[in-house]
């Protein structure tokens, strides 16, 4: 996915921790709406820094963009770089999809990698994430 200089600007402000938590939130609030969901996955497609991916996780959950792409799309995309640590996406994915349908469709995809592949342990660990919420029915 290619980024558009709103974008990559919005990027760069989040990724120089110059920022606020509720600066950048403002900031994201200035883009599109159909530009929100992009900047943010940016975040966790194009590297794994844990601090950059909690900030953008938490923007995911506040400004609750919805999200163009499949889940599947998302979760492929995702699962090379993502910092497992960082609960926010998966809960923000729960949020707009449902938790039943990220597990179902994590453990999916993770079938298809190696039991050693970082793809299968992070797309294993979205659906870790969601357990609690499927079994208490959502």
């Given amino acids: 996915m290619t ?5 990559q600007q919005f990027v760069a402000s989040l990724r120089s921790h110059k920022y606020t ?3 950048l939130l403002m ?3 200035g883009l599109p709406r159909s530009k929100r969901v992009g900047a943010l996955l940016h975040i966790f497609t194009d590297s794994n820094n844990y601090g950059d991916q909690q ?3 938490r923007l995911l959950l506040d400004l609750k963009p919805t999200c163009p792409h499949s889940l599947p799309d998302v979760l492929d995309a995702i ?3 993502w910092n497992v640590s960082v609960e926010e996406l998966v809960y923000y994915l729960s949020d707009v999809f449902g938790p039943v349908m990220v ?3 994590a453990l999916e995809l993770a079938s298809k990698y190696d039991d050693g592949d970082r793809r299968n342990r992070a797309l294993g660990t979205v659906a870790w994430w969601l357990k609690r919420r499927v079994e208490d029915g959502g």
Avoid: C, F, R, S
Avoid at 3 to 7: F, G, M
């Fill in 21 to 23: 938590l509720h600066q």
């Fill in 103 to 105: 597990v179902d469709t």
């Fill in 27 to 29: 900031q994201a609030q």
């Fill in 3 to 7: 980024l558009t200089d709103e974008q």
């Fill in 55 to 57: 900030t953008a996780g």
């Fill in 79 to 81: 699962a090379p770089n």
